[in-house]
Structure formats: structure tokens, C-alpha cells
């Protein structure tokens, strides 16, 4: 017999076996003897009070054992099977892949980018010398931008698909089974690579091509149909299928569809900065303490507020994490945020954007207008700091008032930060909105309004500002059929999880076109 029970722990106790079992039989009324196992399938922190503790959802083996389930996987070799061409290896198009080998379609992934373990060397290039491969960076490359910002898992796409069946499936390829359970899964940068290195390998046994280096040019559509795709080296890959997978900062892929008349719309997005605190100012806010418990992990944080009839609200927060040079281009400054697994940095950072309408541009017909928008703000910030990746950056207070820091506290951005005024790099929309909220997520959060927090410029890649139009139903481009616009670059997910959700659908869509 199997029981579910609800329990709460204090910090020390989540990993203390005896204290589970007998809790279980305190709260089931039943014989300590007779409880076999006690598996935890959910668990979280909850800190709303000054007493921090954990909520644990619990299966209660009774007289019965568990059996530990086996995470693996056996895909059907597809070698021989109808191709399917998918461009771009991040979350959507590996989970795309994986979804067309169980359907039995033959996968043929194109990256731009460089494998994983390549990829590393350019990314030190970032980080010390400040210079940028276009084609192999942070956003380009095996993974896409999800392997090497963070792997943070927490969704809310549960209506959009199995969310998991995505999870089980990290686990599979060699993820902590941790992330089944917590509330906001994490996988971390420092163990990503091998994941998906896995996933890859995966690929390859069964058949499935994986191409890198690959970069698409052109798309061959003969009477308004996916025939295949031309690549910058002029190899053609053919196809009746495409999933365009290509991630929100593929600004040469927008423009390729529209020299090739295909539709695409400009879409929302959200800009500002990223904000790094020390994290024992985060710890001390949120687990109401001077010392975090050494049974609790850092502290994250959500805040939002309105201000002028727009959002302004924290984005990707990650505890003990880095802030990351995240430029496509020569001339740009974009951030982001990472955490190793065990998010053991001494910081704390988190985007905190304002929504960017179209009415903040003066041609909002233009399909490229809140992208030019989002360029521009970044040109702005690589000026404001000088070149070389320097991101301009502002102490909190002295932002509020108006005022260029005399200096700037320590902060995990590699490629070096300088003080700047950031009315010089934000559209005056973002930076007004922004002066007015921080001050009042200081007074939801003890600790958060201090100058010993640095605002670092620009986030702005939040999502993409351009959307790839598709049928609702058949998830194909209107005026293309067998192209199926996919995940965050084409407007339809914000995250690992969603995007590897939207990989799936767009894969059982190629399915039904296919049959």
C-alpha cells in the first residue's frame, strides 16, 4: 500500500533519513516497522515566516517495497527514416530530435554554433580578452543559450506539455534526479555541457545527424513548400520538414526570412539591467537571519511592481551566481546571469526589466522595430563602456538619485564593469521606471535598496523581439508549409523547459504533415 502524505521538515531534517520515517509514521498513525520507504516527490522552502522550513509531498511504502525506478533511454535507430531538418541545437531543437526518433523520423540537426567542449575555449576569449566569435558565444553553440546560463528548469508551461517528461529526460542523460523534486529544478553551468554531450551521443546512436559549424542561408521552398536548406558553405540539406529552432539572438535568420518573403512580426520584450547584491544581503532578507542556515542553499528572490501602468519586475534571478557577457556582435554589451550547481558564488544577480511595448517606437509596423530598438540600447551600452566587453554599470542608490558612482563594489562580471550613468545607455521609458521601482522592492525586501548593489548594463535579452508567425493548429509558417517556427527565437517559449516543450510539439507536428 502506498500512501501520500504532506510533512513539514526544518532545514537539518530534509536529508535525515530517520526523521522522514518517523515523521511518516506520526502523521499515517501507523507502525514504524511496517513503513518500507519513504520517497519524496516534492519538496520546497517556504520562509514566510521567521522560521525557515521545507514542505515535503511524500509516498509512503506500507508493508510493500519501492522499486527505484531506472532512468535510461533506447531509441529506435532511425538511419534509414524520412529526414527532418532542424536548425538549431539548443533546448528546442535537441528535444526536437529526440521526439523525431521516437517518432521515427530521422533527425538532422544544423548549428551554427561549435560542440560543447569548443565552445569553452571562445567563451575564455570572452571572459579575458573581451573578444566575440559571432557564429560560437554564449547564445551560439551546442545548447544554445541554456548550456552555459545557468540551467535553470522552474516553469509555468504545465499547459503546454509534459513538463516532466522533459525533466525525466535530463535525468536520463545525466542530470541530479534532485530536479524531479524541488520546486525550482536547477541543473547548473559547471554540469550542463555533459548533459547535453549526452543528449548529442543519443542522436548520433540512433541514427540522427548532427552538423556543426553549419550555419543556413538560405531556405529552398518551391511552391510555397520546404524543399531543404542552403548552408554558408553551399552545401544543401533537403527535406520535405524544417523546425527553425534558432534562439531569440538569430538576428541574421529574421532577416533571412523576410528577404525571402516570408512573414514575421515585431513582438514585446522586456529590457533593463542586471542587478548583483552579495548574496548574504539576499540570505539575510529573505531567510530572516545574519547567517544562513548551512542546510539551506542561497536565497533567490521574485519582486514585480507596477510603475506608470508597466511591469517592472525581476528576471532569471540566479543565487551564488555570475553575471556573463552575452554579445552576439562586435560592438554590443548584452548580460545575463549563470550559477554553478552548487551556486556557491559569493553574489547574487537577476535581470530586472521593464516590458517594452510598441509603443515605444515610432514605426511599429516595421517587424524589426523592437529589435532595432534592443540594438541600439545595447550599441549605446558597449560606447558607455568604452569597448572590450566593459559593461557600464551604477551602484543602486546612486541610480535612483541620479548620480555617477565614485566607484563600484566587487562584482562576477569577468570582462570588467565601469562606472557610467545609465540614462546614457536606457531609453528614457526604462530608466524612469526602473528609478522609481527599486526603491519600492526595497520595501518589500529588507537589505535590497543599498549601494552595495550594482546595476549592470543592459539585459535585454529576455526574449525575442520578433515573432515568426505559424498556424495555430498545424504550427506551420502560413506562407511555407513543412516550415514549423519554433521556441524562444520564434516567439513561442521563455525558457529551457518551455522551449524543450515547444521542440516536442513542433515535432508532432512534422509527424501529422509527414504520414
Same mark, same amino acid.
Given at each position: 500500500m502506498v500512501k501520500e502524505i504532506e510533512i513539514v521538515l526544518l532545514p537539518h531534517e530534509v536529508t535525515d533519513e530517520t526523521v522522514l520515517y518517523r515523521k511518516?509514521?506520526?502523521s499515517l498513525k501507523t507502525a514504524l516497522k511496517r513503513i518500507k520507504d519513504v520517497k519524496i516527490v516534492k519538496r520546497s522552502i517556504d520562509a514566510r515566516s521567521r522560521k525557515v522550513v521545507y514542505r515535503v509531498k511524500a509516498e509512503?511504502?506500507?508493508? $510493500?517495497?519501492?522499486?527505484?525506478?531506472?532512468?535510461? !533511454?533506447?531509441?529506435?535507430?532511425v538511419s @534509414?527514416?524520412?529526414? !527532418?531538418?532542424? !536548425? =538549431?541545437?539548443?533546448?528546442?531543437?535537441l528535444f526536437a530530435a529526440l521526439r523525431c526518433?521516437? %517518432? =521515427? /523520423?530521422?533527425?538532422? %540537426? /544544423?548549428?551554427? =554554433?561549435?560542440? !560543447?567542449r569548443q565552445r569553452r575555449r571562445d567563451l575564455a576569449l570572452i571572459n579575458k580578452n573581451g573578444l566575440i566569435?559571432? $557564429? &560560437?558565444?554564449?547564445?551560439?553553440g551546442e545548447g544554445g543559450a541554456g548550456t552555459y546560463s545557468d540551467g535553470k528548469l522552474y516553469t509555468r508551461s504545465n499547459k503546454r506539455g509534459d513538463v516532466q517528461y522533459v525533466l525525466r529526460t535530463f535525468v536520463a542523460h545525466g542530470a541530479e534526479e @534532485?530536479? /524531479?523534486i524541488d520546486a525550482r529544478p536547477h541543473i547548473g553551468t559547471n554540469k550542463l555541457p555533459q548533459i547535453i554531450t549526452a543528449i548529442r551521443e543519443n542522436i548520433l546512436n540512433a541514427g540522427g545527424e548532427v552538423h556543426f559549424d553549419t550555419k543556413v542561408t538560405e531556405l529552398l521552398i518551391e511552391a510555397g513548400s520546404i524543399k531543404g536548406v542552403k548552408t554558408a558553405d553551399g552545401n544543401i540539406f533537403t527535406a520535405e520538414a524544417l523546425i527553425l529552432a534558432t534562439g531569440h539572438s538569430a538576428r541574421d535568420v529574421f532577416r533571412l526570412l523576410r528577404r525571402q518573403g516570408l512573414s514575421i512580426e515585431a513582438k514585446s520584450f522586456a529590457l533593463g539591467v542586471r542587478i548583483e547584491h552579495p548574496? &548574504?544581503?539576499? @540570505?539575510?532578507?529573505?531567510?530572516h537571519c545574519a547567517v544562513r542556515d548551512p542546510y539551506l542553499p542561497p536565497s533567490y528572490y521574485s519582486l514585480v511592481e507596477q510603475v506608470d501602468q508597466r511591469g517592472v519586475f525581476s528576471f532569471c534571478m540566479c543565487p551564488g551566481g555570475i553575471i556573463a557577457p552575452c554579445a552576439t556582435g562586435y560592438d554590443e554589451i548584452v548580460v545575463n546571469g549563470w550559477s554553478p550547481s552548487k551556486r556557491n558564488n559569493p553574489y547574487a544577480n537577476s535581470g530586472t526589466v521593464v516590458q517594452v511595448n510598441l509603443t515605444d517606437v515610432s514605426n511599429p509596423e516595421d517587424p524589426f522595430s523592437l529589435l532595432d530598438y534592443q540594438a541600439e540600447t545595447e550599441r549605446r551600452a558597449w560606447t558607455a563602456g568604452g569597448g572590450n566587453l566593459v559593461a557600464p554599470a551604477q551602484r543602486m542608490i546612486d541610480f535612483v538619485n541620479g548620480k555617477l558612482s565614485n566607484d563600484l563594489p566587487s562584482n562576477s562580471y569577468l570582462p570588467g564593469a565601469k562606472s557610467a550613468d545609465l540614462r546614457d545607455v536606457l531609453p528614457d521609458e526604462i530608466h524612469s521606471r526602473l528609478q522609481k521601482a527599486?526603491?519600492?522592492?526595497?520595501?518589500?525586501?529588507?537589505?535590497?535598496?543599498t549601494n552595495e548593489a550594482i546595476l549592470v548594463g543592459v539585459e535585454s535579452r529576455t526574449s525575442s523581439p520578433v515573432r515568426i508567425p505559424r498556424d495555430r493548429e498545424t504550427l506551420q509558417h502560413p506562407q511555407a508549409k513543412g516550415l514549423f517556427p519554433c521556441g524562444e527565437g520564434a516567439g513561442y517559449a521563455g525558457g529551457i523547459v518551455s522551449a524543450a516543450i515547444d521542440g516536442m510539439n513542433c515535432a508532432d507536428a512534422v509527424k501529422k504533415l509527414l504520414t
Open positions: 511518516a509514521s506520526e509512503v511504502y506500507i508493508d $510493500e517495497n519501492n522499486t527505484p525506478e531506472i532512468f535510461s !533511454v533506447n531509441y529506435p535507430n @534509414d527514416k524520412k529526414p !527532418v531538418l532542424i !536548425v =538549431g541545437a539548443g533546448p528546442a531543437g526518433i521516437e %517518432l =521515427g /523520423l530521422k533527425p538532422v %540537426l /544544423l548549428e551554427r =554554433g561549435k560542440d !560543447v566569435n559571432p $557564429e &560560437s558565444n554564449y547564445c551560439f @534532485d530536479i /524531479l548574496q &548574504s544581503i539576499i @540570505d539575510q532578507a529573505q531567510y527599486l526603491p519600492a522592492f526595497g520595501r518589500k525586501m529588507k537589505g535590497y535598496f
